[in-house]
């Protein structure tokens, strides 16, 4: 074969060039027609449980038995809606050198803050979490930045191979849900008051049951008043408590209000 002269090289460089560029648009447009697919499903999705709950109102103006509830139904179609129970900070406040794996960095703590509109009591959720020396933590990557998502994925410590999402630990996965063991170092109650005169919480249930040996209450309240609730302020704690015959109870514990700390 005889050589390629100039004219034919050059001309066979811009074919591979403008091949490379074709290249790189359909990949683009693979990507953005993914995007579309993945939004029309949303759509579809959200559309299906409107009509669905269309008919589930339809159904309930029938004489028929009526339907199960809308959250019961929304949960057998497999439609779950979470509330957050609580938010956890760390000493790694951004993602750049945040470790992979907690084992890297052993000292790092952090706090979970338990939502106090989740439960009326929500101290009693509490209640003998502390026998345990780990927890399981469900949570959501919240800070993503976006929700979409791919099949394939390529790890960072993989060179760029490419492996299916679920045998990695991506946050970029359908639903963005997490799971970690975490070591449970203490659990510290919200509301528990700090005290401006007693030096410690044991002084406090001292002076408490002081105040209660006595029975602080009037002769009328002990004699002619049929509630038995008490309430006083000890320090910069409210207390209330209930007497019976022959004991009294403290049923709860909580710092005074603003208003009343100021008189």
Request: one cysteine or more; charged letters at 20%.
């Amino acid at each position: 074969m005889s050589p390629l002269c100039e004219c034919c090289s050059e001309h066979i460089n811009k074919l591979t060039q403008q091949v490379s560029v074709m290249r790189k648009e359909i990949k683009n447009l693979r990507q953005m027609l993914d995007g579309a697919v993945r939004a029309h499903r949303k759509h579809l999705a959200s559309v299906q449980a409107a009509v669905a709950k269309i008919g589930l109102c339809e159904e309930d103006n029938s004489p028929t038995p009526p339907p199960p509830s809308a959250p019961q139904a929304a949960l057998e179609r497999g439609n779950i809606q979470t509330v957050p129970i609580g938010y956890i900070s760390s000493c790694f406040s951004a993602k750049n050198g945040t470790p992979r794996q907690p084992t890297i960095c052993g000292p790092s703590r952090a706090e979970l803050r338990i939502q106090q509109s989740v439960f009326n009591n929500p101290a009693h959720a509490l209640v003998g979490l502390e026998q345990y020396s780990h927890v399981w933590i469900i949570f959501l990557f919240h800070k993503n930045g976006q929700l979409s998502y791919k099949a394939k994925v390529k790890p960072p410590r993989l060179n760029g191979q490419r492996v299916g999402v679920y045998s990695t630990r991506s946050p970029h996965r359908p639903n963005a849900l997490g799971l970690t063991l975490a070591k449970l170092d203490k659990i510290q109650g919200h509301h528990r008051p700090r005290f401006k005169f007693l030096r410690s919480t044991e002084e406090a249930v001292a002076a408490i049951r002081g105040v209660l040996s006595a029975d602080p209450r009037s002769v009328y309240r002990r004699t002619r008043c049929r509630d038995r609730l008490f309430f006083f302020t000890l320090d910069t704690a409210d207390i209330t408590c209930w007497f019976g015959q022959g004991f009294a109870e403290v049923l709860q514990v909580k710092p005074v209000e603003p208003h009343i700390a100021s008189v």
